[in-house]
């Protein structure tokens, strides 16, 4: 073997090594962040906590849309306080003022970045696809708790009060409405 293609030999095995190390830094990013909490990603739980601190701490709630999403969005109330550990619920309202069904997914986070460790939502609208009809207004919840944990952790014990932001984007339907739109309308008189 010439010492031209054992270099071409290494650079293939390089490049295949790259692109493979690509595919796999999405799931390894996403697994980190939801293990560590780190860019303010939240935990989830089945259960609500089985420890209530006296400590109270403020949440505040905020609402955005990606640009061409055609709904309203926004928290019900700005701001509520609750003891560490105890369980709380918060709604959001969502309307599409639009004459056609549109989908939508939420992505969302909480600041500052040291509490998304311990912001632990047990319920969440965000956990699945939203469809709204045309016209339709309608109130989403979020069950909730922040983990006693955080007044034992290093940078946790700081925060005094945690923002849980939400941003709304269009989604494309499910085929089960897109089906129901392909149909003509048997009450139609020709």
Partial sequence: MTPIQKTAIQLTGVAIMMVSL???????????????GFAGTTQTAAAASDVILDQTITVRFDGSKTRGMPWDFKPMQREMEIRIG???????EAYNPTDRPVAGMASYNVAPDSAGGFFTKIACFCFTEQVLQPGERVQMPV????????????????????????????????????????????????
């Avoid at 690509?22 to 560590?36: E, G, H, L, N």
């Fill in 22 to 36: 690509s595919f796999a830094a999405v799931p390894f990013y996403d697994w980190f962040c939801r293990v560590t």
């Fill in 86 to 92: 105890e369980t709380g619920l918060a709604f959001y």
């Fill in 143 to 190: 069950t909730f708790y922040v983990d006693p944990e955080i007044v034992d952790d290093r940078e946790g014990k700081y925060v005094h009060e945690i923002t849980l932001s939400y941003t709304f984007y269009e989604s494309e339907l499910p085929e089960t409405e897109q089906a129901s739109l392909a149909q003509p309308d048997s009450g139609a008189v020709n």
